[in-house]
């Protein structure tokens, strides 16, 4: 399967007064310790990767140097989504020719398009490119909720619309997928704290945020649901979950970032309107990754 198993949405380390410069460096080494640590993908410039709060030339330029620096060892999917569809298109076309290996694309915040005009937008953006797309539907941030019937008509009418990220939390919405397009549209859960269950109802991996911070557990948890280890599927499942609450107790990507400057891994400077996470959340991130 192109797309499957634990596949990181990376932070942006920024630098500077304000987070007004991309730590470069410390990208570089997070995407390395992902590959040491046996993650199966990487997304750059989706949420995690705080996109809203990069301009066009910071986003082409960390997808860029993520392709560079992954060398095709595993799977990078650009995050290239808008609520423009020409926008979306042009970020879309920048990952393909940058080498990219697909693209994942949110659905329209803001605008609330009705299903059709969804239909619309992805098959505008499949038709100008020629990346394998990855549907985003997170209907708590952007609102409004793509429907099974409208994913089943995007995946029969558009081929390199491949997969769906599914962060709408709904268990039972997987094996309906499953049933409207088919065995191979890859299902990628959007929630950390719902991936085990996620996989047991037929989905294919996660885009994890937990990942940042303990890649090598949230790899075993996949390779062990795929190898059939159940014990070893349950431990990596009770290790990550304190963690999985944890990171989303405020607006995320703020607790990851934090927890990953406890770890030493970069900074945790997040971009305006975000900020750092508030004492309680600190101390309980303290609690779980000091020390690592």
Known sequence: M???????????????????????????????RQIAAGTHGLVPCGTTGE????????????????????????????GTGSNCTAEAIALTRHAQEAGADGALIVTPYYNKPTQ?????????IHDACAIPIVVYNIPGRCVVDMSVETLARLAADCPRIVGVKDATGDLARVPQVRAACGDAFIQ????????????????????SVVAN???????????AWAGGDMAAFA?????????AR???AETSPAPVKYAASVMGLCGPEVRLPLVLPGPATRATL???????
């Open 2 to 32: 192109l797309f499957h198993g634990s596949i990181t949405a990376l932070i942006t380390p920024f630098a500077g007064p304000g987070a007004t410069e991309i730590d470069w460096g410390a990208l570089e080494r997070l995407v390395e």
């Open 51 to 78: 996109s809203p709060t990069l301009s066009h030339e910071e986003d082409r330029a960390i997808v860029r140097r993520v392709v560079e620096v992954a060398k095709g060892r595993i799977p990078v999917i650009a």
């Open 116 to 124: 059709e005009g969804l239909y619309a937008h992805y098959r505008a």
């Open 188 to 207: 990628l859960s959007g929630n950390d704290d719902t991936a085990p269950g996620f996989l047991a109802q037929g989905g294919h991996g996660c885009i």
């Open 213 to 223: 911070l303990l890649p090598e557990v949230s790899a075993a948890l996949h390779n």
């Open 235 to 243: 431990a990596a499942r009770d290790a990550l979950a304190p963690l």
């Open 246 to 248: 944890a990171l989303f």
């Open 286 to 292: 303290d609690g779980l990754v000091g020390g690592m």
